[in-house]
């Protein structure tokens, strides 16, 4: 893994790790982080699209340090590729373990997220042209 300083994209979403989010080691389950992510990406490819999205891919997912309860949790995307109907949107969580009260901020995990713009019946359509 190579350091990143400073987070890559704009900042989607920020939220709170609660202690509903953990698994049985006690740190925040991958499933939660995932789940963060998708919502995040989601946002930023339904503005690209103006409309109803689905997700169809993630790919090069990779954790890098565990998430502690009481962590803000921050997911910033970027805009990797658009196709005719597809976006691909690359996710980033950083994470600002508040609760200690240092100025600490390092990425957690990263990903690929694939979304297709769809109609009203569930069928790709094309991205609007700007
Ligand atoms: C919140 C959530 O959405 S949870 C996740 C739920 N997700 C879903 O339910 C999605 C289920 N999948 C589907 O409904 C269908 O696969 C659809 C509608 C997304 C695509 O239907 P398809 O018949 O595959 O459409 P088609 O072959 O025309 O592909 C459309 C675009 O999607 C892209 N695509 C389709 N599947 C994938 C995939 N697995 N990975 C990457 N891109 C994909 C294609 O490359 C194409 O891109 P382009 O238009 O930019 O060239």
């Not at 920020?14 to 991958?30: C, K, Q, V, W, Y």
């Not at 690359?90 to 390092?106: M, Q, S």
Request: neutral net charge; glycine residues 10%; charged residues 20%.
């Amino acid at each position: 893994m190579t350091e990143q300083v400073k987070p890559t994209g704009e900042l989607l979403l920020r939220t709170l790790a609660m202690p509903a989010d953990t698994n049985a080691n006690g740190d925040i389950f991958g499933g939660w982080i995932m789940s963060q992510m998708d919502m995040a990406g989601g946002l930023m490819a339904k503005a690209i699209s103006r409309g109803r999205i689905c997700t169809v891919a993630v790919n090069g997912m990779s954790f890098y340090r565990p998430v502690a309860v009481g962590d803000a949790v921050c997911v910033y995307g970027n805009v990797r590729r658009l196709g005719n109907a597809s976006m691909e949107i690359g996710l980033e969580v950083w994470v600002r373990p508040i609760a200690k009260g240092t100025d600490e901020h390092y990425r957690v995990t990263e990903a690929i997220f694939t979304y297709v713009a769809i109609d009203a019946e569930g069928k790709p359509r094309p991205l609007p042209k700007s």
